[in-house]
């Protein structure tokens, strides 16, 4: 009985943002205090969030809550059968969690933005846009099937352009929104392929009965590779979404947004949907499919935090940051380590938004400077500020007693655990050497930015604490960046509630021989599960190597991460190496690694380039060609016509003077030929028809 | 509704109104205007009443019985000398599934375009009188079933067609009229020959038992129908069916455009005024593909199907080669042709698929071309009026100066990216899950899922160029709509919006059609297995 309100619940968090964007854009000019409206519908939304987190973890833990309706039906297809397009909700574990993370996050911003949008020209349009964002993210997270899963995707691309480009009168600001956009586009043509493999074969686009098709054998087209490129081809959507290479470039320049919407979509939210239908289409996952998203996942992080070690830019270095995190949990979601790419993802995006607002803060309060160099001993200015920003740090540097290290060290160990299963070791090392870039940047920034000696004394001067509206969601946030919150272990994430409770890997529906052999169920262990839940994953072999890998990663994992910020502090705070030197010294590395490997040059020069140097080539082709050929051939057929008007004239005409009508209407036409008076044409073209009809 | 020629009535009004325009006498250019409006907005509220009292059972396409709304006159008899006998030629109209959504559009459309000329001033009374002819012929065309009929209409649409581009055109308006008039001609003179050919080949049965020529669309569907000697009879062992099919194919095309034939249409939108920029890609250009399925698949079933892939192939040239080539133009309204160019390859696409979600899709694709590409001339046609110059480069920064109207643009540039929430989405998936559906077509509708990249690239761009950066000191005046406009927008992005999300009647309407044509066709064709590539 409570499951209709949990749908209610559900759709009104969805559908209300809409409308409140709807009213907003509508009347913003006539009511200056419209924006209220967003924030007060977001408010709902995450009261919302809160009840159905509540009814659905006391009442369903095991059961998921499925809504669906008819969006186009095409009733009878003879050889097909009853053809319809159902689209649906699903409310299923993870699906809460992401709910209230959303919404939690994206009701701080709204918050939060009051103070740092205050005085904008477009005050109004930004929670506008705000709301259509929330809404298309709800979309994504309570869909049951992939074309409301594209559906969404696409909208929430859309919120980001418009969010991105919000100061559109900056080219650069423009430039990132179309670029987003567009990067994004390209995964999204191969997650369409996907998607139109999966309908083709099956007929439906709900994820639970594509599941059931193949687990009944039916593989699309019969072929395990098939099965495979699926996986693949939908997984491609989510490197765009996920910024994973070599789709990554657009998230950096995604910076050019207004802060605030870099912590709510371009680092806690939005860009992990990515990461989210990578866990919704888990259970058709191929060892080979499970791999590639392995290798991809690890080469960004790996390729993401190396940049992140020299940038300047505050937020870029986040930013950076951002696409090593997702890299990580994209790495999870290939090794198998399902639970602990949704873990990350969720406790991610509490430390990183927290992360982003606290940028956000310094950027506020040192008037839109960004650059790191420009800042120093902020720490005492801005107590609140600093405090959080260390807080999430550290989780995010996998440091013992915080969130980010119990999820950071599940994905390491699940790295660790496959490699032992598969051989691939150059994942766990991608890994563990990400663990400690990661220290390392994000102490280098802390201290550069905070500590030290203020460099910009102008800047330091006016710089003051935020108000509160700005620190409250920097508390909340930090807070929610601490262990309890989600295990009362600080270094054993299993025994918290989240994984041992709510968050489960659901078992694979491909055929056994498609799956790596540790991702085949155990016959011994008996489900426990009630029957609208997918069933869980139960291997030994795989329990076995994640046991084995504990220890070693949990050494591991501290030791790197306090090599890092050690390192940190003694290039940047005591200085004992002089960074600059060093940075002289490994010119080469420096400069590749400031330069983001040149990624954005090669793809200039290549795609883009040869995209519009092709585009113009075949507009030319279009002029002197095509439309050349046509030209030409009324170039001729005018010239023939000339020349048997000149025969008609002295000839026909002269020899059959008894026609006097015919003869009189032809010679005026072709006397006339180049008046541009319109009988002549007609005649011309009569006459052409007379022509080809005795002709043919 | 039976007994009441509605589909005349919608053919006719704006005839009727012609007459009365040509009868106001000189200076009374706001009455014309008005018995403009009036005639197009009857035309709409008949459309409307049609779709209400639509049968969405009933098939159509080759069942007389289930055509709807039908009207059968004796039209011409003569005795056409002893070896073609008595010439008979009905009136005869009527709807099914794929005419119905055209019907609707051709009169929304025509509305629009009515308001959109409210600027005209040069020669008003010529310009309406024959604005009404040119929309009498486009109805005309949807309704007819009767090849006769259909290639009268089709006619009568080049004469204003060409008036109001030569004379109310741009500085090259001779150019591309005349460019426009003997490209669709040629056309047409395929289209004749075809239409002659099959006259000959094909008798039906009078009520009184004899046997007589015909033009009737049913009856050249009807294999039993064929004589042993006509040259487009399938029971002739050497007949020039496909030499027919192709012939009938380029004339259609030529409308749709299809590549290499398109090139009489950037010019023809470029010179051409506002709202007949709005007529041509919203209505005209779908008569291309209209006459393809109300033609050629249903007469030439076997042929269509041992086709596909050529159609398909040539509906990914148009999608990429459009996109490619839109994306390269620095005038705003080239740049939308271009546009167009592109988004009728997806219907070709679609209708290659021979399924009904594929078919569904080039349909409901036409009707939302129709509508956002409209839209998007008329977007061009607001800053053109304001500023007098399209050059993409020239503007920038539009989007503080005219706030209002870069929503609009917005909303209707996304909707011909194929944003998902507005029509061109669900249309265009349609499409490519009906074309992905057929073995023989996979590779090519992979190819040309290329074009959703392409579309989004050249649109963003010239959102980006037009609309966003620092504003020109030049456009500093320009101000933002007025309230005829407002009633020109409005309607269409709301038509946008409402199918985008609720996507079921337009389905529903076209539904049934599109199934016993799918049907027909593999019924009346033998499966031939084909290989792509």
Known sequence: MFDQTIVTLSISSLLLPVFGFALIVLFNKRFPQIYKLGIGILLFGLASAITIMVIKFTQYLHNDIIFRFTWIDFGNIPGIGKTQIVLGVKIDNIATIMLFVVNLISSLVHIYSLEYMKGDSRFNRYYAYLGIFTFSMIGIVIADNLLMMYIFWELVGL??????????????????????????????????????????????????????????????????????????????????????????????????????????????????????????????????????????????????????????DIKRVLAYSTVSQLGYMVMSVGVGAYTFAFFHLVTHAFFKSNLFLGSGSVIHAMHHEQDIRNMGGLRKKMPVTYTTFVISSLALSGIPLFSGFLSKDGILAGSLAFAHLTGHWLLPTFGFLVAMMTAFYMFRLIIIAF???????????????????????????????????????????????????????????????????????????????????????????????????????????????????????????????????????????????LNKWYVDEFYAATFIGGTIGLSKLLSLFDKYVVDGIVNGTAFVTRGLSNISGVFDKYVVDGAVNGTAFLSGLLGLGFRKLQTGKIQTYIVLVVFSILILLLLI | MSGFPILSLLTFIPLIGMIVVLLLKKGQEKEVKYVSLIATGLQVILAIILIANFDFTKGGIFDPNTFQFLENYKWIEIFGGSWIGTIKINYIVGADGISAPMILLTAIISFIATLSSWTINKSVKGYFALFLLLDTAMMGVFVSLNFFLFYVFWELMLLPMYFLIGIWGGPRKEYAAIKFFIYTLVGSVFMLLVMIGL??????????????????FFALMNQS??????????????????????????????????????????????????????????????????????????????????????????GMINMIYGAFVALAQKDFKKLIAYSSVSHMGYVLLGMASLTTIGINGAIFQMFN??????????????????????????????????????????????????????????????????????????????????????????????????????????????????????????????????????PSPMIHLMNTSVTSLVNFISANSVNLTMSGF
Do not use: C
């Open chain 1, 159 to 312: 919120s980001s352009y418009l969010l991105i480009g919000f100061w559109y009168e900056k080219k650069s600001a423009s430039d990132a929104g179309k670029k987003a956009f567009l990067t994004n586009r390209v995964g999204d043509i191969g997650m369409l392929i996907g998607i139109l493999i999966l309908y083709t074969n099956y007929h439906t686009f709900t994820f639970d009965q594509i599941f059931h098709e193949i687990s009944l054998g039916h593989i699309p087209f019969g072929s395990s590779g098939w099965l495979t490129a699926t996986g693949i081809l939908v997984f491609l959507g989510a490197v765009g979404k996920s910024a994973q290479f070599p789709l990554h470039v657009w998230l950096p320049d995604a910076m050019e947004g207004p802060t605030p919407v870099s912590a709510l979509i371009h680092s806690a939210t939005m860009v992990a949907a990515g990461v989210y239908l990578s866990l919704r289409i888990f259970p058709i996952l191929t060892a080979d499919a499970m791999l590639f998203i392995a290798v991809i996942g690890g080469f960004t992080s790996f390729l993401a935090a190396s940049i992140a070690l020299t940038q300047n």
């Open chain 2, 199 to 216: 006259y000959f080949s094909a008798t039906q049965t009078l009520p009184d038992g004899s046997h007589a020529f015909t033009f009737n």
């Open chain 1, 451 to 593: 500590h030290g000696k203020p460099r910009n004394q102008e800047k330091y001067d006016h710089a003051h604490e935020t108000p509160l509206v700005m620190t409250i969601p920097l508390i909340v946030l930090a807070t929610l960046s601490l262990f309890f919150w989600f295990s009362p272990n600080p270094v054993s994430p299993e025994s918290g509630w989240f994984l041992s409770k709510w968050v489960h890997t659901p078992q694979q529906v491909i055929p056994n021989e498609s799956r790596y052999h540790f991702m085949i169920n155990d016959n011994t262990v008996e489900q426990e599960n009630a029957e609208n839940s997918a069933p869980v994953m139960n291997s030994e072999e795989y329990e076995h190597a994640m046991h084995w890998a504990h220890i070693p990663t949990l050494t591991m994992s501290i030791t790197l991460a306090g090599l890092g910020v050690l390192l940190a502090f003694l290039l940047y705070q005591w200085r004992v190496f002089d960074p600059d030197k060093w940075a002289e010294k490994l010119k080469p590395l420096y400069l590749f690694s």
């Open chain 2, 369 to 502: 071309h129709g509508t956002i590409t409209a839209m998007l001339f008329l977007i061009v046609g607001v800053v053109y009026d304001r500023a007098h110059t399209r050059g993409i480069y020239e503007f920038g920064g539009l989007a503080n100066q005219m706030p209002v109207y870069t929503g609009f643009v917005t909303v209707a540039f996304f909707a011909a990216i194929g944003l998902p929430s507005l029509s061109g989405f669900v249309s265009e998936a349609l499409v490519f899950l009906g074309a992905f559906s057929v073995e023989a077509i996979r590779t090519v509708t992979i190819i040309s899922t290329l074009a959703i990249l392409l579309g989004a690239a050249y649109m963003l761009w010239t959102l980006q160029r037009i609309f966003f950066g620092e504003l020109n000191e030049k456009w500093k005046s320009l101000p933002d709509l007025n309230g005829r406009e407002y009633a020109m927008f409005i309607p269409l992005m709301l038509i946008i919006i409402f199918l985008g999300i609720y």
């Open chain 2, 225 to 314: 129908n064929y004589n042993t000697t006509g040259i487009l009879s399938p029971l002739n062992p050497h007949n020039l069916r496909f030499i027919a099919y192709i012939f009938l194919f380029i004339g259609f095309a030529i409308k749709i455009p299809m590549f290499p034939f398109h090139t009489w249409l950037p010019d023809a939108h470029v010179e051409a005024p506002t709202p007949i920029s709005v007529i041509l890609a919203g209505v005209l250009l779908k008569m291309g593909t209209y006459g393809i399925l109300r033609i050629s698949y249903p007469i030439f079933p076997q042929i269509t199907r041992e086709l596909i892939w050529y159609i398909a192939l040539f």
